[in-house]
């Protein structure tokens, strides 16, 4: 089978590494790829929101699967796309229609389907131009701190959670204003929940499902937990307060929900559901969806998965998940994100990367990197994913750092505190 990804990041490299262990894969394809996948398959310079030219390379190159990786092109309906094109209808695409991508595309959209479905989640309240007053009156009702959402697509960087109420309401008239653009024109207050967030990942072909293993991802910049938010600074997998109680709890309040609902919706959903899960004292609550794998996560869910990837993905496609088998390393899985100086500020790029051939005992998955000739350089703030799995998550982390020391590009930058919260 011709298999086409699309994405650049650490994501969709590890994506590749997982299905290049396939004996169903054939030909392998990224658009656009980055240094690492172009070890793994063909990179094509094709933007992932170009669906012509997608359109072209998946004819050209006898593409029979694509796979999507980030949120943007489902959300800006490339699975409509194909489903709408004579040449394209019948080839499965694993990620949602636009319509069931709103569930990650719409804040207001998830936390209304939430309440439709009796799915436990956090009191909140819709924001736009017309109703500020109201916003204000129930950000009242609120205890600090206050969480105020971007409805729209924001890069991850849409949530403020501020600790005092004058603050806030300053700040939700900024984001009406066009803080975040489009996607702040619609804001939604969340009453804060205190706990321990986890990511729950489900592959679902719209009326059966496998969960995946569960992660915990690091968001701050900062050691501790501190600093500014980023698009993850490492995972770990699994997550030692996930437990069969708890993870049942998860399944009969949320995922089934969620897929039967979809299904009664008529929401044709193939491909994943990213669960973003707050643990509030051993009881879960859905703090958002995402409609794809999280990265840096997938990086080290990827390393768990025994099974073979492209036959679970063909379960997906021919609507007969639940036949296929989902095999789960045991051990602990983990990734460390190495990331350029200054980010997720202001960052260089193209500095040379060095000593990866050094690297024992770990998979580094590349999230911005690009080749020049001979060379790999740095091509974004998270630069590369240093994945490990041993017998404990201290083993796998030992293995990680260890291997970050050998790796060098200039004014790199990674977390060395990862799992410190799950001592």
């Known amino acids: 089978m011709n298999i086409l990804i699309i994405g650049s990041g650490g994501r969709e490299h590890a994506f590749a590494w997982k299905l290049r262990q396939s004996s169903k894969l054939n030909q392998l394809f990224i658009a656009p790829g980055n240094a690492g996948t172009a070890g793994l398959g063909h990179n094509l ?3 992932t929101t170009d669906f012509e030219a997608i359109k072209i390379a998946v004819l050209q190159n006898h593409i029979e699967m694509v796979i999507v990786g980030p949120e943007i092109p489902l959300v800006a309906g490339i699975h409509d796309f194909f489903l709408a094109d004579e040449l394209l209808k019948e080839i499965p695409v694993i990620g949602p229609d636009s319509y069931g991508a709103r569930l990650e595309g719409s804040k207001e959209f998830a936390k209304e389907f939430m309440l439709r479905h009796n799915i436990p989640t956090a009191r909140y309240f819709t924001v736009h131009a017309g109703n500020f007053e109201e916003g204000i009156s129930f950000l009242k009702t609120l205890q600090a701190p206050y ?21 806030a309401i300053q700040s ?16 939604v207050i969340e009453e804060f929940l205190s706990g321990v967030e986890c990511s729950v990942f489900v592959l679902t072909d719209g ?10 991802d690091y968001k701050r910049i900062g050691e501790g937990d501190t600093g500014l938010n980023t698009g993850g600074m490492g995972a770990i997998s699994p997550v030692p307060f996930v437990t069969e109680q708890f993870m049942k709890k998860v399944e009969e309040r949320m995922v089934l929900p969620t897929v039967n609902g979809l299904r009664k919706e008529g929401i044709a ?17 859905l703090i958002e969806y995402n409609v794809r794998m999280g990265d840096p996560e997938t990086e080290a869910v990827m390393m768990r998965i025994q099974s073979d990837l492209v036959d679970l993905f063909e379960g997906v496609a021919q609507g007969n998940l639940d036949e296929k088998n989902l095999v789960t390393d045991p051990r602990t899985a983990v990734t460390v994100v190495v990331v350029a100086g200054g980010y997720p500020g202001s960052f260089e790029k193209g500095h040379v990367i060095s000593n990866l051939e050094l690297v024992e005992e770990s998979v580094v998955f590349h999230a911005g990197t690009r080749l020049a000739g001979e060379e790999i350089l740095t091509n974004g703030g998270r630069v590369l994913a240093v994945s490990s799995i041993g017998n404990s998550m ?20 990674f977390r060395s505190d990862l799992g410190f919260d799950l001592k």
């Open 207 to 216: 009326t059966h499902y496998k969960i995946l293993p569960e992660a915990k």
């Open 172 to 187: 939700l008239k900024e984001m009406l204003d066009g803080l975040f653009g489009s996607a702040s024109s619609t804001v």
């Open 394 to 413: 201290e083993e796998a982390l030992s293995k990680s750092y260890r291997n970050i020391e050998r790796i060098s590009f200039e004014k790199m930058y």
């Open 269 to 285: 959903f193939k491909g994943f559901l990213f669960l973003g899960l707050m643990n509030c004292q051993g009881e879960p609550y």
């Open 45 to 47: 310079a094709i933007d």
């Open 147 to 167: 969480v105020l959402k971007a409805d729209g697509l924001a890069a991850g960087k849409g949530v403020l959670i501020i600790d005092n109420l004058p603050e």
